[in-house]
């Protein structure tokens, strides 16, 4: 795929775009090191800026191999780095989603703007299913996964850990998936 497609992607509010160094800071301060922001995510809270550097490096990583990746949410009008979110590749046709944003931003429709706009880019890169997993005991994640059109699959067809949970004990996971159609 050619990686200048997917690079960036504006919605009415907000621009997704990819990472740069320089956003390491932002990224930081906003929500990659709050432990309110980071209970229910699969990667450690950054504890220092060098996880963030990393964090930038492996979004680098993955854009170079795969042509799709992470994306930071900003919001249109001023720049501010709000959240990130992105299209991780994960079987032919199939990708995974994820989503989060800074607690100042929460409660505004943000996540499902930027959602939707993830949708769509999938269905642009051509992929035929996305998927997201999610805490059960996250119920705004689950809401912004059906308002986007995503069904829950039956059961728990994976366990993980936590790691900002502080508990080393597997937590079954729900699995929302939404079919594309191509454009
Ligand atoms: C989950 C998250 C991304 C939601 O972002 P957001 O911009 O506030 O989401 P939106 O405003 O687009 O939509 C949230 C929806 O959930 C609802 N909601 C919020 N808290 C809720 C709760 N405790 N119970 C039920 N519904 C809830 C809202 O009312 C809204 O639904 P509505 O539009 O029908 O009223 C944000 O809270 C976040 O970043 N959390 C931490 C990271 C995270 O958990 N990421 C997801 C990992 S799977």
Not at 41 to 59: K, M, V
Not at 148 to 177: D, K
Request: glycine share 8%; proline share 9%; net charge negative.
């Amino acid at each position: 795929m050619p990686p200048a497609l997917f690079e960036s992607c504006a919605t009415e509010r907000l621009l997704l775009r990819r990472p740069n160094p320089a956003d390491a800071l932002a990224i930081f301060d906003s929500y990659a090191a709050d432990p309110e922001v980071t209970r229910f995510l699969i990667w450690l809270r950054h504890q220092r800026i060098a996880d963030t550097l990393a964090f930038i490096e492996f979004a680098d990583e993955v854009w170079t191999s795969t042509g799709i990746g992470p994306l930071l949410i900003v919001r249109a009008a001023d720049g501010a780095v709000l959240g990130s979110t992105g299209i991780d590749l994960d079987g032919p046709g199939r990708a995974s989603i994820g989503y989060v944003l800074a607690r100042a931003a929460w409660g505004k429709g943000y996540a499902t703007e930027t959602l939707g706009a993830v949708v769509d880019l999938g269905r642009r890169a051509g992929l035929s299913e996305l998927h997201a997993w999610v805490h059960p005991e996250n119920p705004a994640s689950i809401r912004v996964l059906e308002k986007c059109g995503f069904a829950r699959q039956p059961g728990y067809p994976r366990t993980e850990v936590f790691p900002n949970l502080g508990t080393p004990v597997p937590v079954p996971l729900f699995e929302y998936t939404r079919e594309l159609q191509p454009p």
